[in-house]
């Protein structure tokens, strides 16, 4: 290992709530100063709201000092769970404070955030991306799943934005999928347990890139990248086979999906190995993937839960396979963030 | 089942020219010619109730559950050849289905997943579900069964009303040539022990359960739908479809189902395979990790699933390079799970020459039949 390592998909959290009041304005603070919300901090924590149990562990306090040589990328996993909010204006305020905090809190030399955007009003994330997107300290956007899908015409101005500031897009289930109101649905009905949520998860990633490449997404913003992180990657060959079957036989229906799908996954979607502990035995799977859609696989540790450290990946991947994933990860920032990798 | 000796098989009706192997088609749909032929298999107050006049025009009403204003097909949904020269939609005339597809082809035999059911999932009312379910099975039973014996079926019942469903499955499960129930998904994920009864009457009659994309799913407010939202149209979400028979088979073996019906055999039919190399281990490791989840699951979920369940080949994926092939075939323990389906009438029917001629040698006898034979039983052969 040579290169210094980009982790693509870290956490970070508040341990109170109380330390966000600060960063909101006029009266806001009275406005969530209940402990019905303050109280919830425990459920927010709880990152992909997979458990049912009665307690999760509080956040440990995130140092950016600790991040390791090269670049970590903090997605604020409290922010994530807005998508399951009815408060949707409340949401907007909730995240410019988070965000306000994670710039003061979480950035260092090897350490910067993704800023997490309004799911709900998409002007307001664009707005939001335009204000912070030229700090230094912001490398990417991250948008929490609805019930819209991303390729939705909906989603333009915040595409814009983050193009014209040259910011990658990461996406990130929040845990409340298929259970809150509002948030992005899973496959199928009602699931048996918070398991079955979480075993499902990639299905969101399938569907938003299925969404953003029969929409022509990619051909309205040909520099717009996007990571889905945290859903595994094996899923990759099975679905592009599939869109590039629906498109043969249904071109004539959507001229404006000018290539075939997989054309726009290989240039503008990313995804990364977290968890790696389900893509053992690469021998045996390796040769569903053609080497330019291994080239779009990045490193994440899912740090700090159940978390993949470099040694995990190279114990179930490979010292090679992982030099390729921390390559990849510098060409995702090359390609589509301000950063200094 | 699976020690069946291919000598037992009979193979009369087969061409020389084709390997002596059986095939079994997994998916082949018939359709009734025309909602009228359905008038004698219903009571009176049903005939009333369904052949009633509200003065509306709609000449196709229950061939599809999907909403076809929701969805619009780009194109047609059946093969322009498979219309019957004697008129008629197709799939609609059992003679021409040897015609076009049972004898050119070899097909031992064609498994039948009647589709106008589909329509029923719109059913509000679970009385007349069964009505129509029951109608349209007698009507199959008599009218294919009878007409060959290369043909099998899959009754189908729905989730209206699962203690009536389980009654019908009793009253039907013995016919010749019933080999299996297809069990149409609603709001209900398939875990659900509202199916008990039915997988009990299933087991009972020695049934395999049958699940096949009804074209329901993302339509209406209680379907089931894919992952994400509403896809914007016909292929984008035909490309995700498949999530909802992964999630369907998630569910069952993490509600316990096979705990509680170790007998149960599950074919999923056009809900795709190759999803497996990644469902498979996620399911594995994620259970690893928080087993407490879950009460009911003894043992790592992939066993349920290679035990249980069988999947149809269509539609194939057509892969890139033979490295990408062999990688798709070489799901750990796929040679015990896929059978082969053709899908005949509709527009995507894989043609059984080029598909067979793709399976790996070492799995041939096992996609061509020995899989079916095994989730259907040796009825699954008639002559």
């Known amino acids: 290992m040579t290169n210094p390592i980009i982790d693509c998909c870290r956490f970070a959290g508040v341990a109170r709530f109380e330390e966000l009041f600060p960063y909101m304005e006029g009266g806001w603070k009275y406005h969530f100063n209940r402990y019905e919300w303050t109280g919830a901090v425990d459920l927010a924590s709880n990152h992909i709201r997979v458990s049912d149990r009665f307690r999760h562990p509080p956040v440990a306090p995130y140092d950016p000092a600790s991040a390791p040589e090269g670049l970590s990328i903090v997605l604020a996993h409290q922010g994530l769970a807005v998508n399951g909010w009815a408060d949707t204006v409340g949401a907007g305020v909730f995240l410019d404070a988070l965000n306000a905090y994670a710039l003061d809190q979480w950035v260092g030399p090897h350490s910067k955030i993704a800023l997490v955007v309004s799911p709900h009003e998409p002007t307001l994330a664009a707005e939001q991306v335009r204000r912070h997107g030229a700090n230094p300290g912001v490398v990417a956007v991250s948008l929490p799943l609805t019930g819209t899908l991303m390729g939705s015409r909906v989603w333009d101005p915040l595409y814009q934005a983050c193009t014209d500031l040259n910011l990658p897009v ?72 599939r869109m590039d079957q629906e498109w043969r036989n249904f071109r004539s229906d959507m001229p404006w999906v000018k290539e075939k799908p997989s054309v726009k996954v290989l240039s503008n979607v990313w995804a990364s190995s977290y968890p790696v502990g389900e893509a053992t035995n690469p021998a045996q799977w390796m040769g569903e993937f053609s080497d330019a859609l291994l080239d779009r696989i990045v490193f994440s540790s899912n740090a700090p839960f159940d978390e993949d450290g470099p040694a995990q990946v190279k114990e179930v991947l490979g010292d090679d396979w992982f030099n390729r994933l921390v390559t990849n990860g510098e060409h995702f920032m090359r390609l589509g963030a301000t950063a200094e990798a | 089942m699976s020690d069946t000796k291919m000598s037992e098989v009979n193979m009369t009706n087969k061409p020389e020219a084709r390997a002596r192997i059986p095939i079994i088609d997994c998916d082949v749909h018939p359709l009734i010619s025309d909602i009228n032929v359905l008038a ?12 009633g006049s509200i003065k509306q025009q709609s000449e196709n009403g229950f061939v599809y559950a999907r909403a076809r204003d929701r969805y619009p097909h780009p194109n047609t949904t059946y093969q322009l050849d498979a219309l019957p020269p004697a008129g008629g939609p197709a799939g609609s005339d059992p003679a021409f289905t040897i015609e076009k597809l049972i004898e050119p082809y070899g097909i031992t035999t064609a498994l039948l997943l009647p589709q106008e059911h589909y329509g029923v999932v719109r059913f509000a009312n679970s009385k007349a579900a069964a009505a129509f379910e029951n109608a349209n099975n007698e009507y199959l039973i008599d009218h294919w069964l009878g007409h060959d014996k290369r043909y099998a079926l899959a009754i189908t019942v729905s989730d209206h009303d699962p203690h009536q469903a389980a009654q019908d499955i009793r009253r039907l499960g013995d016919k010749p040539g019933v080999v299996g129930v297809q069990v149409l998904i609603n709001k209900n994920m398939l875990g659900s022990s509202v199916f008990d009864p039915i997988y009990a009457a299933a087991c009972d009659m020695d049934l395999a359960i049958v699940s096949h994309q009804n074209g329901g799913e993302g339509c209406y407010s209680y379907a089931q739908a894919p992952a994400g939202g509403a896809p914007r149209f016909y292929g984008e979400r035909h490309a995700v479809l498949p ?56 043992r790592r979920p992939s066993e349920y699933v290679v035990e249980h369940f069988k999947f149809a080949t269509q539609p194939l994926d057509e892969a890139a390079r033979a490295s990408e092939f062999q990688a798709m075939f070489g799901i750990p323990d796929l040679d015990k799970m896929l059978l082969f389906s053709s899908d005949y009438p509709h527009y995507d029917t ?27 039983g040796p009825r699954i052969f008639r002559q």
């Open chain 1, 170 to 241: 990461i996406i990130h289930f929040s845990g409340v999928e298929g259970s809150y109101l509002g948030a992005a649905p899973l496959s199928g009905a009602s699931h048996a347990n918070p398991l079955s949520r979480h075993i499902l998860m990639p299905h969101l990633a399938e569907s938003n890139i299925a969404s953003l490449s029969f929409e022509g997404t990619f051909y309205r913003f040909p520099d717009l990248q996007v990571l889905f992180a945290g859903f595994g990657f094996r899923w990759l060959p099975s679905l592009v086979r």
């Open chain 2, 40 to 51: 004698p298999y219903f009571t009176q107050e049903w005939r009333d109730f369904f052949f």
């Open chain 2, 243 to 298: 999530q909802i028979g992964a999630a369907n088979v998630l569910d069952m073996v993490m509600s316990g189902t096979f705990e509680r019906f170790p007998k149960l055999r599950v074919v999923m039919v056009e809900w795709g395979f190759s999803w497996l190399a990644s469902l498979l281990p996620r399911m594995d490791y994620l259970w690893e990790k928080n087993r407490s989840a879950t009460p009911f699951v003894k």
């Open chain 2, 350 to 376: 894989d043609n059984p020459d080029v598909i067979l001629a793709k399976i790996p040698d070492s799995m041939k006898e096992a996609v061509y039949w020995r899989n079916a034979h095994d989730a259907f």
